[in-house]
T-cell receptor, first 109, second 118 residues
């Protein structure tokens, strides 16, 4: 069983819809990392959070440490948001990340 | 901006060749990582380094070696390339301290090298 589980695996939505991607983890972590990968390979760091909520533009990330769960939300989604979104858990006192499998998001115009 | 660069975007090599993939970061990060990414398997850690001349095996080190002679540069070496090493290779770096460039252990990635071994 993966220690970091993402859902859904694939998500297709219409432009403008509110998007939620979930990430659950079963290990003790010090932080949760959300990243975005566009077709062509480049991976971009979106958020790293250890509690509460962070917002950047139309992206919002939340984490509930007690429930070992994090969500990434996209408001007013746009076709340019189409990408793979990956969550990764930073282990306590460790440099390494445990990676989720990614959620492939397609936003249709 | 954090800048992580990789020596090639695309590379084609023959079976048995020695292959060098170079990664350079300009943010004085202590930690550097090499991953490979394959369809359906996600990101898998090959090796990482938390200091100059230090290296640690990741999840799939077999068939690879690394070198970190300078803080900004981390090289991945395929001693004798094989077809099952055809993949996308991604380098990342992270710092140990809060900075303008990010939080501790927030990883920043290079653009990737798509390696094909024939």
């Amino acid at each position: 069983k993966n220690e970091v589980e993402q859902s859904p695996q694939n998500l297709t939505a219409q432009e403008g819809e509110f998007i939620t991607i979930n990430c659950s983890y079963s290990v003790g972590i010090s932080a949760l990392h959300w990243l975005q990968q566009h077709p062509g390979g480049g991976i971009v760091s979106l958020f790293m959070l250890s509690s509460g909520k962070k917002k950047h533009g139309r992206l919002i990330a939340t984490i509930n440490i007690q429930e070992k769960h994090s969500s990434l939300h996209i408001t007013a989604s746009h076709p340019r948001d189409s990408a793979v979104y990956i969550c990764a858990a930073l282990m306590d006192s460790n440099y390494q990340l445990i990676w989720g499998a990614g959620t492939k998001l397609i936003i249709k115009p | 901006d954090v800048k992580v660069t990789q020596s090639s975007r695309y590379l084609v090599k023959r079976t048995g060749e020695k292959v060098f993939l170079e990664c350079v970061q300009d943010m004085d990060h202590e930690n550097m990582f090499w991953y490979r990414q394959d369809p359906g398997l996600g990101l898998r850690l090959i090796y990482f380094s938390y200091d100059v001349k230090m290296k640690e095996k990741g999840d799939i080190p077999e068939g690879y070696s690394v070198s970190r002679e300078k803080k900004e540069r981390f090289s991945l070496i395929l001693e004798s390339a094989s077809t099952n090493q055809t993949s996308m290779y991604l380098c990342a770096s992270s710092g140990n301290f809060n900075s303008r460039q990010g939080r501790p252990n927030e990883q920043f990635f290079g653009p990737g090298t798509r390696l094909t071994v024939l």
